[in-house]
Every structure is written in structure tokens, then in C-alpha cells.
């Protein structure tokens, strides 16, 4: 499995990486109802055994939650585990030492001394400026507490930004992690891809799979309905879904071709793109050995082409 830098030289991780905002979360996935500790436990087991241990987090993904489990499960195995936190910019926090104090609190309940990557959540700035955010950053770099930096949801110019201040400090930005999928690919035309090649950062896709809506489950003809917060979810609509069918059925047509399903064909089209690493959300260890079937393997030119076609009307 071939595997990626993070940013111009920061750590070395897996090409796919797991996404970890339904551990825990109750609001938005269910946590507690159909699923819980155990089968999460296995999930976090699987990832290490099929060789995808590179998870991603946040201090607000269960309110903490996620980030104790992470914590709990790496405590229990003696294989490198990599780990990606975000930091939320709230309204509250004011100074550079409010930084530190919430890397702090997330080593804390993740049980480790550094993290692979610290991102900060939104390009909200309120009341610290982007310099005191990026500088706090930085020096936790110094510190060995942080070993990348990396930001989420900014735009092209928000980037460019925040290279502009990490590289005085000599600390690259590593990553941006936005949405971007086949079902959205608005990155494309915003900036943002262009903005992260120049610049040498490493793009994080969240929603690879757009909510599951790519893994081919859901058909107007389905029985299968969405859970938590996707029953409100337009793009689930009977509509929604006739309007996807031409994607999900080439997906299968390609995926039919490599014994892969359609999620996995879904997210080597990015991972074929080098440089984007998709954040494959797992509550089960089912999932995380169908997310992992994604690496390891390449789509032709011709079959990213087609796919790339297919799904122009998602670039807007």
C-alpha cells in the first residue's frame, strides 16, 4: 500500500485514512443506539490489522468522545497507531495560550504525547487573528507536540494565508481538509485544488462517499432508508437519488471489472489522483476492511476519465 506525505515534508501515512466524527456522537450518527464501544473496538482492531491505523478526530466529535475511544483502543496495542485532531476556533478562545491548552486537553484523552497532525476546524477567527492561531501552532511544533499543521474548511485565500505565516516559522502547512467527493467537487472550480498543488499541501477529503450516498445502498428502488441526521438529507430523496443513478452505475460497472464495490471505486478515484487522501467514516470493522480495499490498487486513465465526466454536474 503506497503511501502519502503529508504537505511538502511532514509525516508519512496510509492513503486512506478513518474517520472517527460517529464515535461518540449522538446528535448527528446515533451513538449508543446502533452501535456502541464494541463495535467500534473492532473497528479500531481491523484498521490495525489490515494496515490503515491513520484515524481522524476532533475535540468536538462527541463532545471528547471520540478522542477518548481512540485513546482507550490505542492504550490496549503496541502497533503505531497515527492520529489527526482538530482544534475548534470558539469564540472564547482568545490568546495563543488557549491553543495550547486545548492540544492539552486532547493529548489527554487520546493518551499520547504528540499527535500526527493538529488541523484547526473552521476558518473562523472571532476574536484571536490568524497570526496568533498560526504562531500557536507553530510553536507547538517546536514543542514536539504536534508533528504537522494542518487547517479545514479554508478557502483558497484562507490558505494561502496561513502558509504565508507558517513558513516564517519554518512549519509548511501540511493539510487542508474540506469536503470533496464525485458528488461534490467543487474544489475543482473554487481555488482550493489549484491553491493546495501550488502550495504543496496535502488535501484531506471528508464525506468521500457523501454520506454513503456512493456506496451504492441507496437506490430509488431500495429498500434501504438513511439514518440520524441523512433522513433530512434532500440528495436521499427519491429525486436526489434518480439524479445520481448515472454515477452509481458506472461505479458498479468499473468496480465489477476489479471485484470492488462501489464505495471502494469511489474513493480510488480520488486516492488515484495522488496528493488527496479520503477520510473513510467506520463504525464497524466490516467497514473499515471495505474502506482499506480502496488502496492498493489503480483505476485506468480511461476509467478516471469516465468517472470524472459522469459527475461534472457535482462541480458546481
Known amino acids: 500500500m503506497e503511501n502519502i506525505t503529508l504537505g511538502q515534508n511532514g509525516p508519512v501515512v496510509k492513503p486512506v485514512c478513518i474517520g472517527t466524527w460517529a464515535w461518540g456522537d449522538k446528535l448527528f450518527w446515533n451513538y449508543g443506539n446502533e452501535y456502541g464501544p464494541q463495535e467500534l473496538q473492532a473497528a479500531f482492531e481491523a484498521a490495525v490489522e489490515v494496515g490503515v491505523a491513520f484515524f481522524d478526530t ?29 482544534y475548534g476556533p470558539f469564540p472564547w478562545r482568545i490568546t495563543a495560550q488557549s491553543v495550547s491548552d486545548a492540544l492539552t486537553e486532547s493529548l489527554k484523552r487520546l493518551q499520547v504525547p504528540k499527535v500526527t497532525l493538529y488541523q484547526v476546524h473552521w476558518p473562523f477567527t472571532f476574536f484571536m487573528s490568524q497570526e496568533t492561531l498560526m504562531n500557536a501552532l507553530a510553536d507547538e511544533v517546536e514543542r514536539g507536540r504536534i508533528e504537522a499543521v494542518g487547517v479545514s474548511n479554508y478557502s483558497a485565500e484562507q490558505m494561502r494565508a496561513a502558509q504565508k505565516i507558517l ?66 438529507d434532500p440528495r436521499f430523496s427519491k429525486q436526489g437519488l434518480q439524479k445520481i443513478e448515472p454515477v452509481i452505475s458506472l461505479l458498479r460497472q468499473i468496480g465489477e471489472k476489479y471485484d470492488r464495490t462501489p464505495a471502494q471505486v469511489a474513493l480510488n478515484w480520488l486516492v488515484t489522483q495522488g496528493n488527496v487522501i479520503p477520510i473513510a467514516g467506520a463504525k464497524t470493522a466490516q467497514q473499515v476492511r471495505d474502506n482499506a480495499g480502496a488502496a492498493g490498487w489503480r483505476l485506468s486513465d480511461e476509467e478516471w476519465a469516465e468517472l470524472e465526466k459522469v459527475s461534472r454536474p457535482w462541480r458546481i
Open 167 to 232: 513558513t516564517c516559522r519554518g512549519v509548511p502547512l501540511a493539510v487542508n481538509q474540506v469536503r470533496y467527493s464525485l458528488l461534490d467537487r467543487q474544489i475543482e472550480t473554487n481555488g482550493i485544488l489549484d491553491a493546495a498543488r501550488e502550495l504543496g499541501v496535502t488535501i484531506l477529503a471528508y464525506s468521500p462517499l457523501a454520506q454513503g450516498l456512493l456506496s451504492g445502498k441507496y437506490t430509488v428502488n431500495s429498500s434501504q432508508t438513511p439514518s440520524g441526521g441523512r433522513k433530512w
Open 58 to 86: 476532533a475535540e468536538v466529535y462527541g463532545f471528547g468522545v471520540s478522542e477518548q475511544l481512540l485513546g482507550q483502543f490505542m492504550h490496549k496495542t503496541t502497533q503505531q497507531v497515527q492520529i489527526a485532531t482538530k
